[in-house]
């Protein structure tokens, strides 16, 4: 979305929001529990394998504003939107990042289709995309179809984003598409007077 004109930026968005209306990734089965409100505490991660370098985890990363972005690599909404929306972040907050304020992570979070988005496949997905950021692999303890770090996060399936205060609380989780001018401004009030 970087260079984009104001109207162009629009076009994007509203196709964005069609496309990922149209192709997000419901999960087939209920994740055992209710969508996971705003305000509660933000579980730990159960990573199995991190790509890009370990980002740490909730205990490790207090005092730092976190996004997480929940993909699968076929999943056509997290390609249209997550993953491009994260990519503008990344440039739009690179002093925050740089400053570390700013965390932005990637959970590969496969509920589906465990045979073709293997671990192999996803590190050719994150080179050919050009993913910099960390990525993580959401672990699956044996016999489990949903992966751990799903679970603790209820998440409703793919693409689903969250944003994680300084005190480690969740204030924001939505599955699919929404509007990041909406978001945004959340991000930067959360840097509180560090961002001078």
Not at 38 to 52: H, L, M, V
Not at 57 to 79: A, E, H, M, R, Y
Request: aromatic share 8%; glycine share 10%.
């Amino acid at each position: 979305m970087t260079g984009l004109s104001r109207q162009n930026r629009r076009h994007f968005l509203a196709g964005a929001a069609a496309t990922v209306a149209a192709t997000s990734v419901p999960l087939p089965i209920a994740s055992g529990g209710q969508a996971r409100a705003s305000g509660g505490r933000a579980p730990q991660w159960d990573i199995s394998e991190w790509i890009n370098g370990d980002a740490g985890n909730i205990d490790t990363l207090k005092g730092k504003v976190i996004v997480i972005d929940f993909f699968q690599l076929w999943c056509p909404g997290c390609n249209k939107f997550s993953g491009p929306l994260m990519k503008h972040w990344h440039q739009k907050f690179a002093a925050d990042v740089d400053a570390g304020r700013l965390v932005l992570v990637k959970i590969h979070t496969v509920f589906e289709g465990h045979s073709h988005q293997t671990v192999t496949r996803l590190k050719r997905y994150v080179r050919e995309k050009n993913i910099t950021i960390p990525v993580g692999v959401d672990r699956h303890q044996p016999g489990q179809r949903i992966p751990e770090t799903m679970r603790r996060y209820n998440t409703r399936g793919t693409p689903e984003m969250v944003v994680i205060d300084p005190d480690g609380m969740i204030r924001f989780q939505k599955f699919g598409y929404f509007e990041p001018g909406k978001v945004e401004p959340m991000i930067v009030e959360m840097f509180g007077k560090d961002r001078a």
